[in-house]
């Protein structure tokens, strides 16, 4: 893989020295942008396939005004995050799943996307690249951001003439401002994250433009997120803004992915695979709110919020608690199988960690 910055810089290869950790306070990280070394870039027009992608240094991109991105929202992002291990090495979990997902995603807003080796060889060559900002074990994570957008200008509706694959990184901790403490949820009765034959099936960029107007008037009143409905029946749940939603109540219960109105979670059919192998019954169907009241436990998954215990939700101005200490049993039980795998502090018999 080659960088263009004109430097003579080679990418680390996972038997060089380890570089020193970049300067900065790893014991407060939040998950907000901190500019690093380098990102990845490659570029294709409409109807050819992606080639030369290259790392080059982290800063601005150039658009035109015109680029399809900016005019009719086509584009699409992924999020995966790479763990530093006690010896040093560094995991990333499942990257070929958010290859397939963004494929999948660029074929509903009809856009080339990478091959799942170009995509899985780019997220390595750009966490390589970043090895500083890494942060230490415990401390947290690198996370990792594709982006694939129509980067060629168009005027008239249509899909954009060329386009571009962008990987940048950034270290994290902890992605709600509550921790690992449980998080307090709102349902909102009135918009909605997506709908039947839309796109909130897929990882576009407008599916969380469409969720900040609920969300800022949620935390405005002091929740941290916002729990969406179905539109159809505005009864059934779908998803928090960012991530996927399982109760607990005997079984473990979550919506279903296949309805193409809930994202299919990376965290999500992971937590449901981990699940089973420790002997839950797992049932991905619909639930209704009253359901969701009478939970045992609540809890999201995701990428940035691993899986972040729900303390209570809100609906129609009624708040209903889950547990009375904090952290629910199953909720505790699964996070810790979960990132013990993604951290390699487990055995990863499901074969789902890739070792840089
Ligand atoms: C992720 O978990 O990677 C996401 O996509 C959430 C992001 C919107 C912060």
């Keep these: 893989c080659s960088i263009n910055d004109g430097s003579a810089f080679q990418v680390a290869s996972p038997s060089s020295a380890t570089p020193e950790l970049a300067d900065i306070d790893w014991d407060n990280l939040g998950f907000g942008i901190i500019p690093t070394d380098y990102m990845y870039v490659m570029k294709c027009y409409l109807d050819e396939n992606f080639s030369k992608g290259a790392l080059q240094r982290f800063?601005?991109?150039e658009l035109n005004?015109?680029?399809g991105i900016l005019n009719y929202g086509q584009g699409l992002f992924e999020g995966l995050k790479a763990y530093k291990r006690h010896d040093g090495n560094i995991l990333l979990?499942?990257?070929?799943?958010?290859?397939l997902r963004m494929k999948m995603g660029a074929e509903r807003i009809c856009m080339p996307s990478p091959s799942v080796e170009q995509f899985v060889e780019a997220v390595k060559a750009t966490v390589l690249a970043n090895e500083r900002w890494i942060p230490p074990p415990g401390k947290g994570s690198l996370y990792i951001r594709p982006l694939l957008m129509g980067s060629g200008s168009v005027l008239g509706v249509?899909?954009?003439?060329e386009y571009t694959f962008l990987i940048y990184v950034s270290?994290?901790?902890?992605?709600?401002?509550?921790?690992?403490?449980?998080i307090n949820l709102v349902i909102?009765?009135?918009?909605?994250?997506?709908?039947?034959?839309?796109?909130?099936?897929?990882?576009?960029?407008?599916?969380?433009?469409?969720?900040?107007?609920?969300?800022?008037?949620?935390?405005?009143?002091?929740?941290?997120?916002?729990?969406?409905?179905?539109?159809?029946?505005?009864?059934?749940?779908?998803?928090?803004?960012?991530?996927?939603?399982?109760?607990?109540?005997?079984?473990?219960?979550t919506t279903p992915a296949t309805k193409g109105t809930i994202l299919?979670?990376?965290?999500r059919k992971s937590i449901i695979d981990v699940a089973r192998s420790q002997g839950f019954q797992v049932e991905e169907r619909h639930v209704s709110v009253d359901e969701l009241l009478d939970a045992d436990e609540v809890f999201c998954t995701g990428t940035a919020v691993v899986v972040s215990p729900v303390g209570s939700i809100t609906h129609l101005g009624r708040r209903v608690t889950y547990g009375s200490d904090g952290v629910g049993r199953v909720s505790k039980q699964l996070y810790s199988a979960l990132t013990s795998l993604q951290m390699g502090l487990a055995t990863d018999n499901m074969g789902w960690t890739v070792e840089l």
């Design 65 to 67: 005004p015109s680029a």
């Design 264 to 267: 299919p979670g990376i965290t």
């Design 188 to 253: 909102e009765t009135e918009m909605h994250r997506a709908t039947p034959g839309g796109t909130g099936g897929v990882k576009t960029i407008g599916n969380y433009a469409a969720v900040l107007k609920a969300q800022s008037a949620a935390k405005a009143k002091g929740y941290s997120d916002v729990l969406y409905l179905d539109s159809v029946n505005k009864r059934y749940l779908e998803e928090v803004s960012s991530c996927n939603v399982f109760i607990v109540k005997g079984n473990l219960i």
């Design 171 to 182: 270290p994290v901790g902890n992605y709600f401002k509550e921790g690992m403490a449980p």
């Design 93 to 99: 979990f499942r990257p070929e799943e958010n290859a």
């Design 59 to 61: 800063g601005n991109i």
């Design 158 to 161: 249509a899909p954009a003439p």
